[in-house]
């Protein structure tokens, strides 16, 4: 199931993803999940989990893939962070639930380093 403030938005890919495939809110979607993934901006996080709802969330792995980049442009190519690791903010959302860190473990200046030597 994927989740989004507005199913609606996603019947186009809806259509296409299969007949398996289901849209619905944050809540329908953390009820309907054993295993939840969070790949939201990171700005967005905490009201992914408050939209999700805690009750929902309890017991159930969430991982967590979101990278706390502030909504600031970059300076002499360096991203700003927002804030500290997004989890311990989430944990204090939804603390029955498992958060588990994924996907974003590589610092913005490695992939701006990488982009700027090769250009």
Avoid: Y
């Amino acid at each position: 199931m994927r989740a989004t403030r507005e199913p609606s938005k996603l019947a186009g890919w809806l259509a296409d993803a299969g007949p398996k495939a289901t849209v619905g809110t944050f809540g329908e979607a953390a009820q309907f999940g054993e295993l939840v993934v969070l790949a939201v901006k990171g700005t967005a996080a905490e009201q992914a989990v408050d939209l999700a709802g805690p009750e929902a969330l309890a017991g159930k792995t969430v991982i967590d893939a979101t990278t706390p980049i502030a909504d600031e442009p970059p300076v002499n190519g360096v991203l700003k962070f927002f804030t500290g690791p997004n989890e311990a903010l989430l944990e204090r959302l939804a603390t029955d639930a498992h958060f588990v860190k994924a996907f974003s473990c590589a610092g913005p200046p490695v992939p701006v380093r990488e982009c700027v030597r090769d250009m």
